[in-house]
């Protein structure tokens, strides 16, 4: 049996630096007091080698936004809550004022965070299904770096909810729902049955 109280242990966990910076540090402080001879080492989610990480015993767990590719039987996976997109500005910088017009989303640059290669994401498919384009200014892999871009740019960026939030309070910049249609987004647990 595994008590918490007593274990002495590194849990391995993979994720991406928006949840470290929303859960992280909740979990963190619940851990020292309920489990203080646990450790947490924090790594990446390369979506790509996720599995492989799980099968080869170099995480023992991942969180991460939207659904992990593939999966076997032995691959478990439980949703832990689900998010919205919101757009997020600097409504000084882009001269907008929340909520931000169809017309508006698409006249300014914007930033995409994506881990894939390439400047399309969920807001292109959408903005397609209505014969429209966006300019991608910039690109990067990074969540945390874009609200600090948002903030000294004239540029919008398209992001999952809770994050969106904590920055806009942080920084003082504006919300608005997106002006096109986009699903919510999962946040799912991913570990190894063994």
Known sequence: ??????AERTFRVGLPDSVEVLAVPALLAHVCEAAPGVRLRVHTVDPSRLLDDLDADRLDL????????GGQAHHKRRLLATDAYVC?????RVGVSPPISLDDYVRLPHVLTSMRPGERG????????LGLKRTVALTTPRFLAVPFLVARAPVVTTMHGRLARFFAEELGLSLSPPPVELAEVPVSLLWHAS
Do not use: M
């Not at 049996?1 to 007593?6: C, E, G, K, M, N």
């Not at 991942?62 to 590719?69: L, M, R, S």
């Not at 997020?88 to 000084?92: E, I, R």
């Open 88 to 92: 997020l500005f600097n409504a000084q």
């Open 62 to 69: 991942a969180v991460g936004f939207a659904a992990f590719p």
């Open 122 to 129: 969920v807001v292109d498919d959408a903005l397609a299904k």
């Open 1 to 6: 049996a595994f008590d918490p109280r007593t």
